[in-house]
């Protein structure tokens, strides 16, 4: 597609259930990364996709949450046992390069909501 | 630990002035730095980059600049319009030996008409 597209754009889940957010990357880039921006903070580093490596895992805040991407494609972001503090929007960002001294030129999409009452 | 940061967390200015947005890096390792706008609702939009081999970079009515002495970089928007109200960031890569960018707080920049 012409942009990075996440879905749902808002979720609201109770306490204790699991939730899936997808990303869609744009066509091509191999590189796609998931951030979370909590309110009124910058964007924290989750996970990292890189083609057929193994996931950058190394910001996933728990072992509650999890990520996969299939076919070098579409991504899902998984949150086991939702809390609280799980609140936050989740933001997918893809990319064709992500060498040092490139133009990483990541490409974000609106987000995902995430709302645990 | 190092971190990226902003000195200001809101700037209000009125329309047609210039702003500058402030951002203090502490890592010396990083050598690209990005700034980007966000929307209310939407994520975050590529501005303007820089390579640590520059000092200075111009776009359409953005100027970053890099003073790697100081660890200091700056957003200069010239004749702020109402339409670039938004959160500003910068990022930086050598957080995590260049793998992902580093994203500081953000500065709220709210433009009167």
């Known amino acids: 597609g012409a942009g990075v597209s996440q879905s749902p754009s808002n979720k609201v889940t109770e306490k204790g259930k699991d939730v899936e957010l997808r990303c869609d990357p744009i066509?091509?880039?191999?590189?796609l990364y998931w951030y979370r921006q909590s309110l009124g903070q910058g964007l924290e580093f989750l996970i990292y996709?890189?083609?057929?490596?193994?996931?950058?895992k190394s910001g996933l805040p728990s072992d509650r949450f999890s990520a996969e991407r299939t076919g070098g494609s579409v991504s899902t972001l998984t949150i086991q046992r939702t809390q609280q503090e799980d609140s936050a929007v989740y933001l997918c960002?893809?990319?064709?390069?992500?060498?040092?001294?490139?133009?990483?030129?990541?490409?974000f999409g609106s987000g995902t909501r995430l709302t645990v009452v | 630990g190092e971190s990226v940061g902003l000195h200001l967390p809101t700037l209000s200015v009125q329309e047609g002035d210039n702003s500058i947005i402030n951002c203090a890096y502490s890592n010396s390792a990083s050598d690209y730095f990005i700034w980007y706008k966000q929307e209310s609702g939407k994520g975050p939009q590529f501005i303007i980059d820089i390579r640590s081999n520059m000092d200075k970079r111009q776009g359409q009515r953005v100027t970053v600049l890099l003073n790697k002495t100081v660890k200091h970089l700056s957003l200069q928007i010239a004749a702020t319009q109402p339409g670039d109200s938004a959160v500003y960031f910068c990022?930086?890569?050598?957080?995590?030996?260049?793998?992902?960018?580093?994203f500081g707080k953000g500065t709220m920049l709210l433009v009167s008409p």
């Open positions: 960002a893809s990319s064709l390069a992500r060498h040092q001294g490139s133009n990483y030129g990541y490409t």
């Open positions: 066509s091509g880039h191999t590189a």
């Open positions: 996709f890189q083609g057929n490596s193994a996931p950058d």
């Open positions: 990022a930086e890569n050598g957080m995590t030996g260049y793998s992902t960018l580093t």
